[in-house]
């Protein structure tokens, strides 16, 4: 049949033989979208007639997957082979499985890798139809699939034209080892979806090493974000790092802390959510509704608001193209090469036009589409198009709706979202590609937009003069449309009923982007009713801004400070403009992520110096010593992992731990104090010792450089410190509360808690005894006390804790306009009275009843 299997390491072809003898089933015909649609890579299925998986070719044992019914062989030429024995079989958990290599074994053709049970295995799994994938098939230039019944060991199952140039590339590679990482639990509550998977794949791409990521039994290119995304890598997920090649290790000790820390994925560690959107943000999917009302269509809350207007459906025109390349492969891909770039060119504008508070999100995601086009999976099914005659845009409309369709088919819903950002990226570069007309959409004032689905580029160029609001039949609440809708404040309801496509244009309706709902033929009145409403709160708006640098002063006379809390100088730059006295908290962990080694001293101090500076000679900013570790590891501050990070090595913990962090970082801040109002706080203070020996090296650093001292206050985030504050209120200078902890640590929930995120509200009168307390402990040693976690920016909580007593309020920025104007509404008198009651309450929503949103207007 097919005999003489060719082992030569030097040669660009790889012969690969039987593992098992059995019939070939081509790779798409398999039962399982996974290896059926090559996420994997190319290969292909053996219906086996054996029960003893051999070597198909020399190579090294590069993965054994723990329950034993998966095995990756690396070759010479540095071809990865996946064999997967049956589907579904990991849940047999080893069961009928009896592995005869170890990871790291050399074996030879024809070598017993894995022996198994059939009959076992056939009643229990699915199929034992089993796989032979090439995982790196970026490799391989073509692949010659045979067919048939064959024989193990004796007869050829495929052959491989290794890529060109691949082989120098490889003999470098074959030299180095794989080096792997620990396992690594996958931290981010809504998995490894694009943002994160964009930052893991842009930093994978900096180094040349061939980096893999694998969970379970599947591999996937590192550097490639529709690949990660492929994995369905979710909260929890053990996954592991591999790489090859000369930067191996370096790659592996940058990406492994990076994916331990979440990829700066902002789910993460999500401030406590005061409003009931951001946890609906998080929540898991619900099944749709639907309205039993023909005049309510009902949808997801995407961004909250109300807009009252008239119905413009919004459609995208198909762009047509030609199958068939006018020039040779070589001109099509040049002209693939520069619409690409063309599209680079045009999201880097797009991103450099946007302003404003949330511009680093919207910023996020197209870069997130930049890193799309350099994809190289989505490049390497259209270079293969190419080669085969196909014109550029046929090619490149191949490969990302191929990409999109994947996406969209996973299960999982946050996965399945970013199909429409493929479709928006592809269709960007398509455009370019045909010369097609750039679609402009021109809706008449007061629209409200109905679409199946909207991209993020149709969302950032809407006209906000025109657009009142717009629903969506797809997407969901995480989607990114979604996030631009809530950055740009326009209100949006996505996954509406389909019903809403049928609607004429010029319908008139009220959009109500907080409840999900679209109501259609509101009365006129309604509409009067919802139109004052809005021009209340856009008057509030202005009248709030406009008074924005008046202090915050209770009717009675008392004054509360209102700082923000930034990250970094883009914010501080914003401060003053929005009225903010100060900065509160600067979490200065932004110049610490997303690096490989710590920023010098030098490099500190011009950052501290500069958001110094940003704030002008009078606006106090308290710089808050770095707060990472446990949860949130930095590479080059290797922490042992911990059973519970939460409660392990974290901010001053850690810097006590490797004082020459501290060290360094305190000489900065006291340096770029010259240049402001600096003033110094230490994070994650549960001990009075850990505060007296951050002091001694504060000291210490103090005399050498011979500055003056500065004020040292700590975040009470612990409850021991809320708990001994009147002890540490005689040696810290102020106290600022972290309640973002606090309230974690008291209630004994993870604040990102998928479940439980929405239970960790600071209102709960267990937190505001501890506040409350805490406020008390200082005044009485003459200390002030500020809050800067999220409740300081929650308008139910801001009359309870001007009410015990807190100095001052370290809010969002945004919110800084609206909680001045909230406090000069107030009585501190009253406020008393209302926190007395609070602390007597059971729960939380006790207290929220207490004191109800004012901006929450009854419609
Ligand atoms: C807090 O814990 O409330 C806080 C402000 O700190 P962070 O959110 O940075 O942990
Ligand atoms: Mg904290």
């Excluded at 490799?139 to 010659?144: G, I, L, N, S």
């Excluded at 002209?335 to 996020?364: F, P, T």
């Excluded at 679609?439 to 629209?447: A, C, G, I």
């Excluded at 007593?805 to 406020?831: N, Y």
Aim: glycine content about 8%.
């Amino acid at each position: 049949m097919n005999n003489a299997p060719n082992h030569d390491p030097t040669s660009v072809k790889l012969v690969l033989s039987a593992p098992l003898s059995g019939l070939l089933v081509p790779i798409e015909r398999v039962p399982d979208p996974v290896f059926a649609q090559k996420m994997v890579g190319d290969g292909i299925s053996i219906d086996p007639l054996d029960q003893c998986l051999r070597a198909p070719c020399d190579g090294d044992i590069a993965q054994l997957h723990p329950a034993g019914h998966a095995v990756t062989l690396t070759t010479p030429q540095g071809i990865e082979i996946l064999m997967h024995i049956g589907l579904d079989t990991v849940g047999l958990k080893g069961a009928g499985f009896a592995p005869r290599v170890k990871l790291g074994d050399r074996v030879r053709t024809g070598d017993t890798l894995i022996e198994f049970d059939a009959d076992f295995i056939a009643t229990r799994a699915k199929s034992l139809l089993t796989q032979i994938v090439i995982t790196n098939s970026d490799r391989v230039a073509a692949f010659t699939m045979h067919s048939g019944v064959v024989t193990t060991v004796r007869d050829v199952i495929m052959e491989l034209t290794l890529a060109g140039g691949a082989q120098a590339a490889e003999a470098s590679v074959e030299a180095a080892k794989t080096v792997i990482s620990e396992a690594i639990l996958i931290p981010n509550p809504t998995g490894l979806h694009a943002r994160p998977a964009a930052v893991l794949a842009n930093i994978a791409k900096k180094f040349k090493a061939d980096i893999r990521l694998r969970k379970d039994d599947r591999q996937v290119n590192a550097k490639s974000v529709v690949a990660i995304m492929g994995l369905e890598i979710g909260f929890g997920d053990k996954v592991v790092l591999a790489a090859r090649g000369d930067d191996a290790e370096a790659a592996i000790a940058t990406l492994t802390p990076l994916l331990w820390e979440g990829l700066g994925d902002e789910g993460y560690a999500p401030a406590p959510a005061p409003a009931s959107f951001a946890v609906s943000v998080k929540a898991a999917p619900a099944p749709r509704p639907r309205s039993d009302d023909p005049s309510l269509l009902i949808g997801a809350a995407a961004s909250p608001g109300l807009a009252v207007g008239e119905v413009f459906q919004v459609r995208h025109a198909e762009i047509l193209v030609t199958e068939t390349a006018e020039g040779d492969p070589q001109q099509e891909r040049d002209r693939l090469d520069e619409a690409v770039n063309q599209s680079r060119v045009q999201l880097e504008a797009l991103q450099a036009r946007l302003h404003g508070q949330s511009a680093a999100d919207k910023a996020a995601i197209f870069a997130a589409h930049q890193e799309l086009l350099d994809d190289p999976d989505l490049l390497d099914i259209a270079h293969s198009a190419l080669a085969k005659g196909k014109s550029a845009a046929f090619a490149w409309q191949r490969a990302f709706t191929t990409h999109a369709e994947r996406l969209a088919s996973l299960r999982n819903e946050l996965l399945a979202a970013r199909a429409n950002d493929l479709r928006d990226v592809g269709r960007r570069v398509l455009t370019l590609l045909t010369g097609a007309e750039p679609e402009r959409m021109e809706p008449p004032v007061n629209s409200i937009l109905v679409a199946e689905e909207l991209t993020p580029s149709d969302t950032a160029s809407l006209d906000r003069n025109r657009v009142r609001g717009f629903c969506t039949t797809l997407g969901g609440a995480t989607s990114h449309v979604a996030i631009l809708a809530r950055s740009l404040d326009i209100p949006a309801v996505a996954g509406i009923e389909p019903r809403a496509l049928d609607l004429p244009n010029g319908t008139p309706v009220i959009l109500d982007g907080g409840k999900g709902t679209l109501r259609l033929n509101p009365t006129p009145e309604e509409v009067a009713r919802i139109r004052r409403t809005q021009e209340r709160q856009a008057d509030r708006r202005t009248v709030e801004l406009a008074a924005a640098h008046q202090p915050a002063i209770t009717l009675d006379g008392h004054r509360v400070e209102v700082v923000g809390n930034i990250g970094g100088l883009a914010d501080a730059e914003q401060v003053s403009a929005l009225g903010g006295e100060g900065v509160g908290l600067l979490r200065s962990e932004f110049l610490f992520m997303e690096r490989a080694t710590a920023p010098n001293e030098d490099e500190q101090f011009e950052a501290y110096k500069a958001i110094a500076e940003a704030l002008g000679p009078d606006r106090p900013l308290i710089i808050r010593t770095l707060d990472v570790g446990g949860d949130k590891p930095l590479s080059y501050l290797p922490i042992p992992k911990e059973d519970n990070p939460f409660l392990g090595e974290r901010g001053l913990r850690v810097g006590l731990d490797r004082p020459e962090i501290l060290r360094t970082q305190l000489r900065a801040i006291l340096r770029a104090a010259a240049f402001g109002k600096v003033l110094i706080m230490f994070p994650m203070v549960g001990l009075l010792s850990e505060l007296r020996d951050a002091k001694a090296i504060l000291e210490e650093e103090r005399q050498q450089l011979g500055v003056g001292p500065i004020p040292t206050g700590i975040m009470v985030e612990i409850p021991a410190a809320a708990v001994m504050a009147a002890q540490f209120a005689r040696e810290a200078d102020f106290f600022s509360i972290g309640t973002n902890d606090l309230t974690q640590y008291t209630l004994a929930m993870d604040r990102g808690h998928p479940k439980l995120a929405p239970k960790v509200d600071g209102l709960n009168p267990s937190v505001l005894r501890l506040i409350a307390w805490t406020v008390q402990a200082a005044h009485a040693e003459g200390k002030w006390v500020g809050v800067c976690g999220g409740i300081a920016s929650d308008p139910q909580a801001v009359p309870l804790l001007i009410g015990m007593g807190v100095d001052e309020l370290s809010a969002s920025l945004p919110t800084i306009p609206s909680i001045k104007a909230q406090i000069r509404s107030l009585r501190l008198s009253e406020c008393r009275q209302q926190a007395q009651t609070a602390l007597t309450l059971e729960t939380a929503a006790d207290a929220r009843a207490l004191c109800p949103d004012p901006f929450t207007e009854a419609v």
